[in-house]
């Protein structure tokens, strides 16, 4: 049974920066494709970043390039979110996702989620 589970969310002050972190079991961590999503209160939940098997590749959603940056360390099996610049906007329940597959194909679903961690940004 594969098991995401975040950590790190909270309150941030616009312009602060804030880690999220995604620990991941239940099958071999390095093997896949990893993402993370969000959903803000009333919208629908929104790609924000994946990153393939060996941290190699990475995409972003144009509302976050340049802030946020993915990255993996599978000896630990866990994805992280390096938010910076955060804006009121990012403020949203954040989820990290596995694929099926090393690489990420752009509109793939996910076959994995993690619970969630909420994220608020103070103007």
């Known amino acids: 049974q594969v098991q995401l589970v975040e950590a790190g969310g909270g309150l941030v002050q616009a312009g602060g920066s804030l880690r999220l972190s995604c620990a991941g079991s239940g099958r071999t961590f390095s093997d896949y494709a990893m993402g993370w999503f969000r959903q803000a209160p009333g919208k629908e939940r929104e790609f924000v970043a994946a990153?393939?098997?060996?941290?190699?590749?990475?995409n972003y959603a144009d509302s976050v390039k340049g802030r946020f940056t993915a990255s993996r360390d599978n000896a630990k099996s866990t994805v992280y979110l390096q938010m910076n610049s955060v804006i009121p906007e990012d403020t949203a329940i954040y989820y990290c996702?596995?694929?099926?597959?090393?690489?990420?194909?752009?509109?793939?679903?996910?076959?994995?989620w993690g619970q969630g961690t909420q994220v608020t940004v103070s103007s």
């Open positions: 990153i393939n098997w060996n941290g190699g590749r990475t």
């Open positions: 996702a596995g694929y099926l597959t090393s690489y990420y194909s752009p509109g793939a679903d996910p076959a994995y």
